[in-house]
DNA sequence: ATTATAGAGATTGTATACAATCAGTACACA
DNA sequence: TGTGTACTGATTGTATACAATCTCTATAAT
């Protein structure tokens, strides 16, 4: 295996930090303090940071300093409209070309699920099921944009995913999709997506709305 | 007006070098001559590159050189079945809301246009056509990504647009587009917007094609 | 003749020092 | 008391030197 170099080191770094909530939306990340961290230069740290920018995940002010991202409602709003209406994009173009014993063994993993199975558990067949859907759509700008879209409302998902019952709702419709395109029935498949994804936004709503109260972002 | 940072110096030098087919397709950008022509230190240039890298307009292969990025068909595909999609989508976010206004100026200025009108002239309201479109879907994610699609394929579009009657029938096109929007007819408008991007998309595949052969890009 | 290998040159990757700019503070002044 | 101004510290922006890695060529071995 070829050695990982040290901006990609930076950039895995800051990018968990800020995904796991090590970071907090809103809070500065220094250059020397990351680069004091993992014992390399600021150069490197600097590189990941542009790169984590151009993602969305941090925002730079020039001369002023780099700031873990601050989701508005707004930015939700923007974000899972376009996820939305891209991803049947995709749906339409990969529902005949997806694998069938890839969808059977989804399908299989997704009701050995239970409300006691690890939520990585569900994390993990999610993120399966959109990968799915969006690799074979067979456009590479188009996937890249997704990843960036969806990197960019991660942070807040980990945390609504765990509210009760959405786990097992989210389960629900992730079936729901699988067998609909199980039966290239695009109509459905189109159906259930669109209304899984907008539930998703709603959750994720509510979370952005709770810590908005609480001052966990924001002040 | 406040002094522009070096590196925004090294970006839209190196863009519009790209655009204008100064620097072909496939060729390297060496970051010390750029830096050297510039007067200025590899890093804000390196910064430069990074960016346009994310634009999708140069490819970085580690360790081993830059270079301006050659659209395949592929690639063009991919770019238009995007822009047609986004596009229809911010248009019927904004059908509403564009000022009735700035349409009329549109209309008017586009039945100035002749076959002998300078072609920088249909680009501007080209660009002016879409910009309202986008700007008033009011997702700014949105606009962005379409930005950088179209960076993409500008540098082709531009001897593309060129072509015998094409600048003719484009004008139409707009026209066609601009009086669906000044109806507030939906149904319309989007089939006229998405008949023209097949258009321009056409136009730019023959363009495409004709280089190869001609062996201005890949060799 | 073909292949393998070592070395040189070119280019990007990284480290480090210095410059420029911004925010906040203390202080002078009205 | 309020306001403006110069100063200080912190942080990013830039310059430059050095390291690592890749490509290409010359050379030697089979």
């Not at 390399?40 to 740290?45: A, D, E, Y």
Request: aromatic share 6%.
């Amino acid at each position: 295996m070829t050695k990982e170099s040290r901006k990609n080191i930076a950039y895995n770094y800051l990018r968990e930090a800020i995904l796991t909530w090590k970071l907090h939306p809103g809070s500065p990340i220094v250059e020397q303090d990351i680069s004091d961290q993992l014992s390399i230069s600021r150069t490197p740290v600097r590189e990941a940071l542009k790169l984590l920018e151009a993602e969305g995940l941090v925002k730079v002010m020039p001369q002023r300093g780099t700031f873990v991202f601050e989701l508005s409602t707004q930015d939700v709003e923007e974000i899972f409209a376009l996820r939305e209406n891209l991803e049947v994009l995709a749906l339409q173009a990969a529902i005949q070309s997806i694998p069938i014993d890839e969808l059977n063994n989804l399908e299989a993993y997704l009701t050995t699920l239970t409300e006691q199975s690890p939520p990585e558990h569900f994390f993990t067949s999610d993120r399966q099921l959109h990968a799915l859907i969006v690799v074979n759509g067979g456009n590479e700008r188009l996937a890249l944009f997704l990843d960036s879209l969806n990197a960019q409302v991660e942070q807040v998902r980990r945390v609504s995913a765990l509210r009760p019952n959405r786990l097992d709702v989210s389960m629900r419709e992730h079936l729901a999709i699988v067998q609909a395109i199980q039966a290239r029935d695009i109509i459905t498949a189109e159906a259930e997506l669109r209304q899984h994804i907008r539930n998703v936004k709603q959750s994720t709503l509510d979370v952005c709305r709770n810590m908005w109260w609480q001052g966990t972002i924001g002040k």
